[in-house]
């Protein structure tokens, strides 16, 4: 596409493969389930939100609550992002090539944050983990397939994972469960 998308373009999407030569609005790729889209400027708010599959890569700045509920699949950010990005991640694997907003990985249940740049505060729960060498290996091939490598390389990023103390969904008191079944 040439030119920018509007407001929740792209929602729903099951393997295409788009590229948008411009910006795009709020909730771009939302609810994503495969193929890749690719955006060569800027993002509104919401970028990725509930995504479940897939390649989703920016190559500016996006912002703020990125990936909020991701279930599976990739996103790229290849600038900065905003506050609340990654809040309630579900599964899935992010990247930031830049900075990010407060509260990064809030209320993370699963899934890995990657960033080379400065969060400006962690969410309730997110915690620094260890880089491992296929994480580096899976980020190198990533980051080169879409053009969007740091100026730092591989080695300026950082690990972000759950700390597991959210883990409340599969473990209902007796009570809770009488009222369920």
Same mark, same amino acid.
């Given at each position: 596409m040439d030119g920018s998308l509007g407001y929740f373009g792209l929602g729903l999407i099951d393997g295409p493969n788009? @590229?948008?030569?411009?910006? =795009?609005?709020?909730?771009?790729?939302e609810n994503m389930m495969s193929g890749t889209v690719l955006i060569e400027k800027n993002a509104g708010s919401q970028f990725g939100a509930a995504i479940r599959g897939g390649d989703l890569v920016c190559k500016g700045d996006v912002g703020s609550r990125t990936g909020i509920d991701m279930k599976g699949g990739n996103i790229i950010v290849g600038g900065n992002t905003g506050a609340f990005t990654g809040f309630m991640m579900q599964r899935g694997r992010m990247v930031i090539c830049g900075n990010a907003g407060k509260n990064l990985g809030d209320s993370m249940y699963d899934g890995v944050i990657y960033i080379a740049g400065e969060p400006q505060s962690l969410g309730v %729960?997110?915690?620094?983990?260890? !880089?491992? %060498?296929?994480d580096r290996q899976w980020?190198? @091939?990533?980051?080169? !397939?879409? %053009? =969007? !490598?740091?100026?730092?390389?591989?080695?300026?990023?950082?690990k972000i994972g759950s700390g597991k103390q959210l883990w409340n969904y599969d473990n209902l008191e007796p009570t809770e469960k009488k009222m369920v079944l």
């Open positions: 788009v @590229r948008i030569a411009g910006r =795009v609005g709020w909730s771009c790729a %729960d997110a915690v620094w983990n260890e !880089m491992t %060498d296929i980020l190198e @091939r990533k980051l080169r !397939m879409y %053009d =969007v !490598m740091p100026k730092g390389g591989i080695e300026s990023f950082r």
